[in-house]
C-alpha cells in the first residue's frame, strides 16, 4: 500500500455479490470501491468525513466519469489507485485506476465540490489546500468533466422511488446507487457499454421518486432523473470508450 498526501492504493478483491447478471462487475460496485478508495486516502492522511465536518468542510461528489477497457469478474484481484488532480473554479479532480495484474481495466474521473455542512454555501478549494492534498493548478479544459445537457422530449421510461437502504448517512440517495438506477434503465443494446458518465445535479431523500426518461442519441443512450425539486442527475452511456 502505498501513501502519499497526493496518491493512494490499495488492493481488492472482487467478491461474487458485486458481480451482477451479465457476468461481470456492476456500475454500482465500481462505484462503491472508487468511493472507498477515496475514503481510505483521506483518512489515512487524518481528513476523516467526521474530522471535515468539525473544521467545517463537507465533500460533495458532483460527477464521475468511467471509461471501460474491461469489467473486472469474480474473484479477479485488482489494485485500485487514486491521484488527486488539479481544479477548476470550485471543482476539485481525482483519477481512480483499477489494475489487475498491471493492465488497467478501468479509469474514474470524479468531480467533487467543498460546502460548509452547516449553509451548503459553496467553498473554494482552498478549503482542502491548506492540509496539502489537491494540485495547486487549474486542470486543462480537454481534461475536465462536461455538464450534460440532455433534450427534454426523452422519452418516459418509468419512476425510482427513493427507499430506506437507497440512503447514505447524510439520509440521501447514495451516489453509488445511481449506478444500479443507470444500469436498471439501460437497454440490453447497452449493457457492454465502455463508457459512462454521471452527473449529479440535486440530492434526493426518503419519499422522492426519480422520474426517469432517456432514450438514444448519435449512438449514446442518455438518462435524466427528475425528482420534485427539477433534476436530480443526468447520465451517459456507450458502448464505445
Given at each position: ?21 451479465s ?14 478508495t ?37 474473484n ?6 487514486t ?9 476539485m479532480?481525482?483519477?481512480?485506476l ?23 454555501k ?25 455538464r450534460?445537457h ?5 422519452p418516459?421510461l ?11 448517512m447524510?439520509?440521501h ?8 438506477i ?7 443494446t ?52
Open positions: 500500500m502505498q501513501i502519499t498526501g497526493d496518491y493512494f492504493e490499495r488492493p481488492v478483491r472482487v467478491e461474487s455479490y458485486q458481480i451482477g447478471a457476468g461481470h462487475i456492476r456500475l454500482s460496485a465500481l462505484l462503491r470501491m472508487e468511493q472507498e477515496g475514503d481510505e486516502h483521506m483518512d489515512a492522511l487524518g481528513l476523516s468525513y467526521e474530522k471535515l465536518i468539525e473544521d467545517g468542510v463537507a465533500i460533495l461528489l458532483t460527477a464521475n466519469r468511467v471509461q471501460v477497457k474491461r469489467l473486472p469478474v469474480r479477479e484481484k485488482l489494485i485500485v489507485s491521484r488527486t488532480r488539479g481544479t477548476f473554479g470550485v471543482q479532480f481525482r483519477d481512480f483499477f489494475r489487475s495484474a498491471g493492465e488497467v481495466l478501468v479509469q474514474i474521473r470524479q468531480v467533487t465540490v467543498c460546502v460548509d455542512p452547516a449553509t451548503h459553496l467553498l473554494r478549494p482552498e478549503a482542502l489546500y491548506r492540509y496539502g492534498i489537491f494540485k495547486r493548478e487549474t486542470l486543462p479544459r480537454e481534461d475536465r468533466v462536461p450534460m440532455p433534450p427534454e422530449n426523452l418516459f418509468g419512476d425510482r422511488p427513493i427507499r430506506y437502504s437507497d440512503l447514505d447524510n439520509r440517495l447514495t451516489n453509488t446507487i445511481y449506478g444500479d443507470v444500469e436498471d434503465f439501460l437497454p440490453d447497452f449493457r457492454d457499454y465502455h463508457f459512462a458518465q454521471i452527473n449529479y445535479v440535486a440530492e434526493s431523500r426518503l419519499g422522492d421518486s426519480l422520474h426517469i426518461s432517456g432514450g438514444e442519441k448519435a449512438g449514446q443512450f442518455l438518462l435524466v432523473g427528475k425528482n420534485q425539486k427539477g433534476i436530480g442527475f443526468t447520465a451517459l452511456v456507450s458502448t464505445k470508450a
